[in-house]
């Protein structure tokens, strides 16, 4: 009787972890920006609840001589070609956009699952629940991944196929290939009216992606928490860098001179603000952490102020033309005001003669009401 009743649970338990496991995968194949995201908190969470849960009828005694032992081992070679699926799909999504790609990555893991599903009804009415020995389960996972690999080559062939007729995007660094096959006119025109060659666009447009990428990370790791939201206001560290891309974009012969923004300050900023965020998303934290926490926030206090005293420094010459101007109008008043000024009483009769809204002539006819009339 308990076991009938401890099975069905188990099954769902399971199923419910290996669903969560397999949404985690999913997000990270159509979402993630990055490849290291697959060793993301919840994917590593995921997995080991997926293991825990697969070790139980394994450790459980009264569990270990039923079928649940089968199924619980082939969830494993479920996970890890899943795992190959979703990397597999990841680098097929930077070739390719197509929405017909979703339809076969899910087609992937299902027949993972089916595959899975049936290899455990054939094992459970062999030989006993025992049978499955360390190089039967290596071969299943091998050939399993080895299935995944070769259909995701060929749907990764034909993501090529449909991404050429649009958007013809090589596989090789050819160097026939044109590199500013990407850069719009305009802007390839700008490029050149600056005095870049093409091998300096080149480079240029590589270093402004890579910035570009450091700024929409540090973005939304501002943002995470309230401490480093408090920075992030009080510099407006964020509308300052926007704003300095943009300048270094629209003078790129300056590269050079915003060189400590870009290869220096915005990678460190990233770096610490993800490191800081990681920890302070710990559940657990001593004195120890708290003070490394608050080192981190200093230090990330000090670098928003040096992209600030950087990017003052990118427009020194703007200011000092300013300051110039300023110091030029300055002398032209004080030269102006030096000068006696005009006298203007020796002209006041002469006014008066000819003022034409003079009223004292007309004044006791407009009084009276009678014309003023000459003799």
Known sequence: MFLNLIGPIYLVCLGLALFN?????????????????IKGAKIRQSLILNLLIVLVPIVIPIMAQTNLRILAILCLPVLMANIVLSLAFYAIRQVSQARFL??????????????????SDFMGGMSGPDYLSSSEFFAISVYLILAVLFA????????????SRKNPRPLFNLQKRD?????SSN?????????????????????????????????????????????????????????YFKDIVAQPKRFVAASHFTLTLLPQLDDLLSKYNEINSHVAKNKQTYLILEKSAQTIDQICQEIISD????????????E????LADRTLKHHSSQDPINWTDQDEDLDA??????????????????????
Do not use: W
């Not at 025109?189 to 402004?208: D, P």
């Not at 990017?311 to 300013?322: I, V």
């Not at 000819?354 to 003799?375: C, R, V």
């Open 21 to 37: 496991c397999l949404r985690q995968f999913t997000h990270f194949t159509k979402q993630s920006k990055n490849i290291s995201e």
């Open 102 to 119: 979703s339809f076969f990555y899910h087609t992937g893991q299902v027949c993972i699952l089916l595959t899975c599903s049936v290899l």
């Open 152 to 163: 995701s080559a060929i749907v990764g062939a034909i993501a090529m196929i449909f991404s």
């Open 179 to 183: 590199p500013h096959k990407h850069v």
């Open 187 to 243: 802007m390839l025109h700008h490029y050149h009216q600056a005095g870049l060659s093409n091998q300096e666009i080149e480079t240029f447009r590589q270093e402004m992606a890579e910035a570009q990428n450091h700024i929409l990370r540090i973005e939304e790791n501002f943002q995470k928490t309230a401490k480093m939201r408090a920075i992030e206001l009080h510099y407006n560290i964020l509308k300052v860098a926007k704003n």
């Open 311 to 322: 990017y003052l420094h990118f427009h020194e010459n703007k200011y000092q033309a300013l």
């Open 324 to 327: 110039d101007g300023i110091k």
């Open 354 to 375: 000819n003022d034409p809204f003079d009223l004292k002539p007309n004044q006791d006819s407009l009084m009276t009401g009678e014309p003023d009339l000459e003799d």
